[in-house]
């Protein structure tokens, strides 16, 4: 039977995805993770698949605002083995296209967001700063108002998809003094003079997505381009991070599983003292302890989704979900890699990448402890 | 689209039920556990309620609710504040009962079935013996045909309800050779010649369940006490504990969220350093560990609780739900007693019984160990 959440056409879906991974994502993810970049068709082939409009509308070129069907997509895409290329394809979609399509005026997305969906555009997210990152408030990039346009300076770290990013729904300073109520979002294109790549920044895993440092130096962009109304950005960017959070919680109870699979995998064909390695009680009480601990993650991260995609407050779930999936990936791919020894440092199995790409999880988007503060805020006190 | 698990009907029931706890249960909890026994009338009077019926039939005079309604009561029962009660209740609602509908004639349904169900009669399940718990097939309790009589001698131990129970559904080797294929279930009266309670156990918590050591010698049942079919009672046994495990799992983490409710109270009044607990990230996050490891729990319960009652045969997942369950309820309370301190190390403060009570949950009905061999199992290892 398939899980309560999800409908006949959620699992003619998954079929679907996941035939599309196997076949055209697994066999180069070595190669791109080398490379450190996954090929730019990869956006144009998820478009033309309609994999990149799940959760947006039909007159956007969408198929209809469906989470549980955009949830089906990350989990599947996240068992290519690659957290990265999941994370880049994502980015556009989960994570740049939502500001657009719920806040900008129909030019914006017309221009934008539809070439988004077809996978023509790649988007990215500019937020995080060298010196700010959950506490938005203090972002310190500025637009300065000249007329019909702003004039943007500061710089931005840690941006997925920054370095080859069409656009970047940025995240800037309309008026300094006013804290997290002066913030607004800019739509950058890439060609904007003034606007420049500084950086590609070398990663401990997510190798196969390319990750920016932008910087922005009295850089013009007209205030066609500003997302929905000035000084509103801080609740636009808060409205969309349920999402991203959620989407990260089930890429991490995916990654993890396909963490435990490999495990099991190996644990069954690698002969020790004339055994397989799962005949081990200890190895085997492992592996059932890391099964138990992505049921339950898997759980309450569904438990979140059904909140989210019915309209109730999901924060907390979301919250509760991205510690407890991330946390449990990295438990899991530490102990599959245990499980692999010797081989599982090597860089010729894939177990190392899970382990490093996993690391991620409790990190972005919000790290652990942010999640608990949030958890805090809203239960706690 | 709303997801949740319970109807409008379910909390109706909730309700009457919490009514019930707070103001019949919690004022004599404390004597109850001095006493090492919960008063007498406590079964009666819940199958006056209908308490104990909820989930069966009308035709034996139950309500007919579905297998959430089991969940209900284990939930609100768990918020008496002393894990021995519902313990207690279990064994009567969903171990040692739901095999007598399943398998027995109208003539020990009538004897001893709706009695049970009514409270007028105390049932108790007797499985574990001094040498073997959940390794079933090496039970060592005779039965023997003589006659129309079975002669029944062994020992029992552990068991709930032992001492007070007016009968036993009882599980004897009617074929030794046989293992697992030679083992049946019995009703034995407690007024049977032969059978005799020869110790009340003290244990470390769960003090106001009794719980007993029962002797068989030349024990004499009649033949029409045989439950079921004669040497299929392992078969007919093994189903009922993947029920009991399930109950034992929502119960343990409905204590658990009991434990944390009273300790966020005591965090909130509890002043050091000027400053409130909660007001001590450290501790506020702590706090947020357990909400979160307690949702998580809880919603592995529920997915669980929604293939079983759908008439699934989740082995795996109930065994999961078991494990996390377990170790969640005592890891919630070690925490809420280190977030006490000192208070929580004397007597006078509920914690500590919630420490001492939520250490079962990770031994009775199956250990740890045994729900991770279970799960190994169901992965192919």
Not at chain 1, 270 to 288: N, T
Not at chain 2, 90 to 103: G, H, K, L
Not at chain 2, 342 to 350: K, V
Request: with cysteine; aromatic share 10%; glycine share 10%.
């Amino acid at each position: 039977m398939a899980h309560w959440l999800f409908q006949e056409e959620h699992e003619m879906l998954r079929k679907s995805v996941r035939g599309w991974v196997e076949k055209e994502i697994k066999p180069h993810v070595e190669e791109w993770e080398q490379k450190g970049e996954f090929p730019r068709e990869l956006f144009y082939r998820a478009g033309e698949l309609g994999f990149l409009g799940l959760t947006y509308p039909e007159v956007y070129g969408g198929s209809g605002e469906d989470y549980l069907a955009g949830a089906v997509f990350v989990e599947e895409l996240a068992r290519c083995g690659s957290a990265g290329v999941a994370a880049g394809l994502g980015a556009s979609v989960v994570i740049a296209g939502p500001q657009i399509y719920k806040f900008g005026s129909e030019e914006l997305k017309q221009k934008f967001l539809v070439p988004t969906i077809t996978g023509e555009k790649i988007g990215a997210l500019g937020i995080t700063e060298p010196n700010a990152g959950s506490d938005v408030a203090s972002i310190s990039t500025t637009a300065r108002d000249e007329g019909d346009h702003y004039v943007v300076n500061g710089s931005k770290i840690f941006i997925t998809n920054g370095v080859r990013a069409d656009y970047v729904v940025t995240a800037v300073k309309t008026d300094p003094a006013a804290g997290y109520k002066g913030i607004s979002l800019l739509v950058i294109e890439k060609d904007t003079p003034g606007f420049t790549v500084a950086k590609k920044l070398e990663k401990l895993g997510w190798n196969a997505s390319d990750t920016g440092e932008l910087v922005f130096e009295d850089c013009r962009v007209p205030k066609a381009n500003l997302v929905g109304k000035e000084n509103m950005g801080f609740y636009y960017i808060m409205q969309n991070f349920a999402w991203e959070r959620l989407v990260m919680a089930l890429e991490a109870v995916a990654a993890a599983e396909l963490a435990l699979e490999e495990a099991i995998r190996y644990a069954q064909q690698r002969i020790q003292f004339k055994r397989p390695l799962s005949k081990f009680q200890v190895i085997r009480h492992k592996l059932a302890d890391m099964a138990s601990w992505i049921e339950t993650a898997r759980s309450l991260t569904y438990h979140a989704l059904s909140l989210f995609a019915s309209g109730e407050d999901a924060v907390t779930a979301v919250a509760m979900a991205k510690v407890y999936a991330c946390e449990t990936a990295n438990r899991v791919a530490d102990e599959a890699l245990q499980i692999h020894g010797g081989y599982g440092y090597m860089m010729e199995y894939p177990v190392q990448r899970y382990w490093r790409d996993a690391r991620v999880g409790t990190i972005g988007g919000g790290t652990t402890e942010i999640m608990k503060q949030i958890i805090v805020n809203r239960l706690i006190k | 689209m709303k997801y949740g698990v319970f109807t409008e009907e379910h909390e109706a029931v909730r309700k009457t039920i919490r009514r019930f706890v707070e103001t019949e249960l919690v004022p004599h909890v404390e004597e109850w556990e001095k006493q090492g026994y919960f008063a007498d009338w406590v079964i009666p009077r819940m199958g006056e309620l209908g308490f104990l019926s909820l989930r069966y039939p009308e035709k034996y005079g139950g309500a007919g609710g579905d297998y959430f309604m089991g969940i209900v009561l284990a939930e609100e029962l768990a918020r008496c504040g002393a894990g021995g009660l519902p313990m207690a209740v279990a064994v009567q609602t969903d171990m040692a009962t739901p095999p007598i509908m399943q398998f027995g004639t109208e003539e020990q349904i009538k004897k001893y079935l709706i009695p049970a169900l009514k409270g007028e009669k105390v049932a108790c399940l007797g499985i574990t013996e001094p040498n073997a718990g959940s390794d079933v097939a090496s039970i060592q309790t005779r039965a023997v045909r003589d006659g129309d009589h079975w002669v029944i001698n062994g020992r029992k131990t552990f068991i709930t309800n032992g001492v007070r129970a007016d009968f036993i559904t009882l599980v004897a080797k009617t074929n030794p050779d046989l293992g697992y294929n030679g083992v049946s279930l019995f009703l034995v009266d407690k007024d049977t010649p032969g059978f005799s309670v020869t110790r009340k156990l003290e244990k470390v918590g769960m003090r106001c369940s009794d719980t007993a050591e029962l002797l068989f010698e030349d024990c004499r049942v009649p033949a029409e006490n045989l439950l079921g079919v004669e040497n299929r009672g392992f078969h007919q046994i093994m189903w009922e504990l993947q029920g009991e495990r399930l109950i034992g799992a929502a119960g343990a983490v409905a204590g658990a969220q009991y434990t944390f409710e009273k300790c966020l109270e005591y965090a909130r009044q509890r002043t050091q350093f000027g400053k409130p607990l909660i007001r001590h990230q450290v501790i506020a996050h702590k706090l947020a560990e357990m909400a979160t490891e307690i949702e998580a729990a809880r919603q592995l319960v529920y997915s669980t609780a929604r293939k079983f009652a759908a008439g699934e045969y989740p082995v795996k997942e109930i065994s999961m739900c078991k494990l996390v369950g377990g170790q969640v309820s005592f890891r919630v309370a070690d925490a809420a007693l280190q977030i006490y301190g000192g208070y929580g190390y004397m007597m006078e403060y509920g914690v500590q019984r919630s420490w001492r009570d939520s250490r079962l949950n990770r031994i009775g009905g199956g250990t740890d160990e045994i729900m991770k061999e279970v799960i190994a199992k169901s992965l192919g290892l």
